[in-house]
């Protein structure tokens, strides 16, 4: 069995028109919510093998928040094709994870993100928000084996969605 945690990037800063794309960082609230999101994962009990993410300054402070809690003895790994994926390029690089590991989260950017977590779960996000992760399970041995509507969609998580509940 494979569990799979793909991340949309915390909110970006937009304030400096002068800063490339790749380069943008993130905002205050993005600072605030990648850590309470790692820590609320956290707590829920996801154990990670191997954080991926995407070499952009966005999506790599993100990635650094959710390691710190959820994998600090891992290295975080980067690759570059996770920046503005598609749909087919986040499914071969998730089909080409090390099947020695069960547990993995991708942090990218969307579209490519929300049309992955629809077109391997058989339930459907609208748009994945800034911050929010989808957790997947597959019944496969090998990441090479997941297919179309093949993950079971065992949570949606976000920022609001956690300050909700917790009465903020």
């Not at 569990?3 to 304030?15: E, M």
């Not at 400096?16 to 943008?24: A, G, L, Q």
């Not at 992955?116 to 339930?123: I, K, P, Q, T």
Request: net charge negative; glycine share 6%.
């Amino acid at each position: 069995m494979k569990t799979l945690l793909l991340a949309r990037h915390a909110k970006s800063d937009w304030g400096d028109n002068s800063v490339d794309d790749f380069d943008r960082p993130l905002n205050e609230r993005g600072e605030e919510d990648s850590p309470k999101m790692a820590s609320y994962l956290q707590q829920c009990g996801y154990l990670i093998n191997q954080i991926i993410s995407s070499d952009a300054v966005r999506a790599l402070s993100t990635a650094k928040q959710y390691r710190k809690s959820l994998t600090p003895d891992q290295d975080l790994i980067t690759h570059g094709d996770l920046y503005l994926a598609s749909e087919n390029k986040i499914i071969n690089i998730i089909k080409n994870i090390n099947p020695a590991f069960n547990s993995v989260m991708l942090v990218g950017h969307n579209p490519g993100m929300t049309d992955a977590l629809n077109y391997l779960s058989h339930e459907q996000v609208d748009d994945m928000s800034t911050c929010s992760v989808g957790i997947l399970q597959f019944e496969v041995d090998r990441w090479r084996d997941i297919a179309k509507g093949s993950g079971d969609l065992l949570a949606y998580e976000y920022p609001k969605k956690i300050r909700k509940r917790d009465g903020v």
